[in-house]
């Protein structure tokens, strides 16, 4: 499975911007995706996580209540809807999948198939 992110831009704090991954391959309705961010001179930070088969979502407390993780099965397709962006969401936004949910979804060593991130920029 390849994953690839896109969607990444420059945006005004209070503004939106709306994130792509994109999956190649075959996954299955067990599939476990996330989006992880890293901010300039950080570690690699959760911000959600998605039930592929289900579409259950789980977000760190940071964002919630702001993004909003989705998928469309036809377009093999994980998006994050940013809204509300805040100066500290500048990052660069990884996707990230493996085959079988994990309790630990929160944690990047469980994830196996990493997109190559894309960068937002929030400014203020």
């Known amino acids: 499975v390849q994953l690839q992110a896109f969607g990444g831009g420059l945006v005004q704090a209070g503004g939106s911007l709306k994130l792509s991954c994109t999956i190649s391959g075959r996954t299955s309705m067990n599939y476990a995706m996330a989006w992880f961010r890293q901010a300039p001179g950080k570690g690699r930070e959760f911000v959600g996580a998605l039930k592929w088969g289900m579409s259950t979502t789980y977000y760190a407390d940071s964002v919630k209540g702001r993004f909003t993780i989705a998928r469309d099965l036809a377009k093999n397709t994980m998006y994050l809807q940013m809204n509300s962006l805040k100066d500290d969401d500048t990052a660069v936004y990884h996707c990230?999948?493996?085959?079988?949910?994990?309790?630990?979804?929160?944690?990047?060593?469980?994830?196996?198939?990493w997109g190559q991130g894309t960068l937002v920029t929030v400014s203020s």
């Open positions: 990230a999948g493996r085959s079988g949910w994990t309790i630990r979804y929160y944690a990047e060593f469980e994830y196996t198939s």
